[in-house]
C-alpha cells in the first residue's frame, strides 16, 4: 500500500498545521456554540418568552434547531480532522480512505482533512440527492 501520497516531510508538517489550526478554530467555534445553546436552552426553559407568538422574529424552538444543526456540523468537523492527523501518523494521509487513490494536492490544500478523492466524493454525493 502507499503511504503518505508521495509527500515530503514538509509537506506533511505544513498540513498536519493547517489541521491543528483548524482544529483549533473549530474547538473555539464549538465553545462559542456550546454557551449560546446554553442561553437558548435557559430561555426555552425559564417560561417567561411567549416567542412562539412573537410575530417579528425566529422562535426559540427554531434558534435551537439551527444552531444544534451548526453544532453538530463543527462536532463532525472535529472529528474529521482528527481522523486526518490520525492518517499522517499512520502514513496514510493523502489517500483516498475509499479507493486507496491518491487525493490531489489542490483538494488537500483546499480540505486538509478530505478523506476522499474528488471522484468519490462527487459518487456520494451524487447518491444522497
Known sequence: MRTHANFTAAELRRFE?????????????KGRMDE??????DAR???TDDDEHDPDGPTLTME?????GVHSEL????A????????????TYGLCVRRGELIS???LVARPAAELCIDCAR???????
Open 105 to 107: 494536492r489542490e483538494r
Open 64 to 68: 435551537w434547531s439551527r444552531m444544534s
Open 45 to 47: 426553559n425559564s417560561g
Open 17 to 29: 498545521r493547517l489541521l491543528l489550526e483548524e482544529r483549533h478554530d473549530a474547538f473555539l467555534a
Open 123 to 129: 459518487e456520494i454525493e451524487a447518491g444522497a440527492r
Open 36 to 41: 449560546t445553546l446554553s442561553g437558548v436552552l
Open 80 to 91: 474529521a480532522i482528527d481522523r486526518a492527523l490520525a492518517r499522517i501518523h499512520e502514513g
Open 75 to 78: 462536532v463532525a468537523k472535529s
